[in-house]
Nanobody, 115 residues
């Protein structure tokens, strides 16, 4: 059974950093682009950053220059390095990908930026 599990969230002060991880496990034959989304209370889910299998990346304007997405294809894992965190970055962060031609979402990890 395929699973997608995020980790690394927590409480951090404004200006701080966190590194999120999202690991896919199980019988994986194919894994496509991997994307981080976030959803703040009362708001719609929005794309944060994405990365292709070959390493091409794209970012939402509100995280450019602060967040960096990367992946380890050998470990089927995607990372999100978040620097310069702001209170408005507070949200549940989810990863999304297509594994074995089926879409999967992780369970989410809470990021809270507060003093």
């Amino acid at each position: 059974q395929v699973q997608l599990v995020e980790s690394g969230g927590g409480l951090v002060q404004p200006g701080g950093s966190l590194r999120l991880s999202c690991a896919a496990s199980g019988s994986i034959f194919s894994i496509r682009d991997m994307t981080w989304y976030r959803q703040a209370p009362g708001k719609e889910r929005e794309m944060v950053a994405g990365i292709t299998g070959s390493g091409s990346t794209n970012y939402a304007d509100f995280v450019k220059g602060r967040f960096t997405i990367s992946r380890d294809n050998a470990k089927n894992t995607v990372y999100l390095q978040m620097n310069g965190l702001k209170p408005e970055d507070t949200a549940v962060y989810y990863c999304n990908t297509v594994i074995n031609w089926r879409p999967y979402w992780g369970q989410g990890t809470q990021v809270t930026v507060s003093s």
